[in-house]
Each structure stands twice: as C-alpha cells, then as structure tokens.
C-alpha cells in the first residue's frame, strides 16, 4: 500500500490550497477514503471522509463548509480543497484508507504527510 500526499505549503490566513494523494497498491475504487491532520502536540484528526463512490462525504464542524474531499477512481487519486484557511489549520495533512468495516474515525492505513502552514 502506498499513499503519497502532495500539494502543502505556506498560506496566508483566508486562503486556499488544494491537497492531492496518489494511491497504489490497493483497490482504490472500493474504498473508503479519509483526509487526516496532525498539528504539533494534538492527536490526529480525521478531517473529511469519502465513500467507494465519490458521492458520500463527511467531514467535522471544524473544517465543514471550507474543506471538501473528491476522488477520481479513474486515476486513483483523492485530493481536498482547503478554502478559509485559519492559523489553526496549520498541521501536517495525510490521506488515509478505511477498513472495510467503516467506523468513522478509524483508519488502517496512513501515507506520508505534507505540510501545510497557515501564517501571516
């Protein structure tokens, strides 16, 4: 299983930044798909949540309304749109695989972050 996140870096507050993550190694088609965060000295927080499909999502009150997860099966690509963007935003980001048995929050596999800071 491999899953790489790209697409981080510095943003001002109010602004936006587009997250992606290739995934390999897996059926992807037939996941369920997560968004997670880590900023310094907090646990990891699932911020948004994707069925097999494209067309059930989910996501926290911290982040609903500004952020929003797609996939594209095709190319076995996730990626998530961050707008709004606040200082508490600032963590590093990772897309993450469900089990098959979906417990929301619960994931069983992450990939390597990328970073994303948000300062003025």
């Known amino acids: 299983v491999q899953l790489q996140a790209s697409g981080g870096g510095l943003v001002q507050p109010g602004g936006s930044l587009v997250l992606s993550c290739a995934a390999s190694g897996f059926t992807f088609r037939s996941t369920w798909m997560y968004w997670v965060r880590q900023a310094p000295g907090k646990d990891i927080e699932w911020v948004a949540i994707?069925?097999?499909?494209?067309?059930?999502?989910n996501y926290p009150d911290s982040v609903k309304g500004r952020f929003t997860i797609s996939r594209d099966n095709a190319k076995s690509t996730l990626d998530l749109r961050m707008y709004s963007l606040k200082p508490e935003d600032t963590a590093q980001y990772y897309c993450?695989?469900?089990?098959?048995?979906?417990?929301?929050?619960?994931?069983?596999?992450r990939g390597q972050g990328t970073q994303v800071t948000v300062s003025s």
């Open positions: 993450a695989r469900s089990p098959p048995r979906v417990v929301l929050g619960s994931y069983d596999y």
């Open positions: 994707i069925d097999p499909t494209g067309t059930a999502t």
